[in-house]
């Protein structure tokens, strides 16, 4: 199983980026998906998750800026993020779960002017 994220990027305070996480090596259907993200010097964090009848929890700290989705199909989770904050630069890193629980590489989000 391998989890391959991408999206990550710099981008000013206000602005927007979306996340994308694909999984493959997968032939069975996933419980869960979802993002954590980890700053310099802090614990990972749950940012969001996505149940696999589309349920969607969120960190108090990224309620009404940023949405999770899916496509259950493709095995794919994406992270739409907006309004975003320097207190948002982190790297991201998404998974994938039935059981066990597998996690892409990571990809790095900096918020700044």
């Known amino acids: 199983v391998q989890l391959q994220a991408s999206g990550g990027g710099l981008v000013q305070p206000g602005g927007s980026l979306r996340l994308s996480c694909v999984a493959s090596?997968?032939?069975?259907?996933?419980?869960?998906m979802g993002w954590y993200r980890q700053a310099p010097g802090k614990q990972r964090e749950l940012v969001a998750t996505i149940s696999s009848g589309g349920s969607a929890n969120y960190a108090d700290s990224v309620k009404g800026r940023f949405t999770i989705s899916k496509d259950s199909a493709k095995n794919q989770v994406y992270l739409q993020m907006n309004s975003l904050k320097p207190e948002d630069t982190a790297v991201y890193y998404c998974y994938a779960q039935r059981v066990l629980r597998y996690w892409g590489q990571g990809t790095l989000v900096t918020v700044s002017s």
């Open positions: 090596g997968i032939n069975y259907s996933l419980n869960f």
